[in-house]
């Protein structure tokens, strides 16, 4: 599904118009975005949670050389399904 099949199923379900579920749908984006961005967990009870995680650093192996490197530390934004949209798609 692109953002564009998004915005028209929350149009259709909704019953807005697809210029305001446009804005709608940017809106929950840049908020949930946002918050991540910001460290902050943003829990959607049943359907799941959007978090930041650290990866610290540390020394990894260049295949070609087999040289050592050093990886440096990460933050990557994490997505968590909950019990119910995990029960939804695997049929239960």
Same mark, same amino acid.
């Given at each position: 599904m692109t953002? +564009? *099949? #998004?915005? &028209?199923?929350? @149009? /259709?379900? &909704? !019953? #807005?118009s697809k210029k305001d579920a446009g804005k709608a749908v940017d809106a929950t984006l840049e908020a949930?975005? !946002? +918050?991540?961005?910001? *460290? /902050?967990?943003?829990t959607l009870i049943g359907f799941g949670t959007f978090e930041t995680r650290h990866r610290a650093a540390r020394t990894g192996r260049n295949p070609r050389s087999n040289s050592e490197i050093?990886? %440096? @530390? &990460?933050? #990557? %934004?994490v997505f968590k399904a909950g019990k119910p949209f995990k029960d939804s798609v695997s049929g239960k």
């Open positions: 953002k +564009a *099949e #998004l915005i &028209s199923a929350v @149009a /259709d379900k &909704s !019953g #807005l949930i975005t !946002g +918050a991540v961005v910001a *460290e /902050d967990k943003v050093q990886i %440096p @530390a &990460s933050k #990557l %934004p």
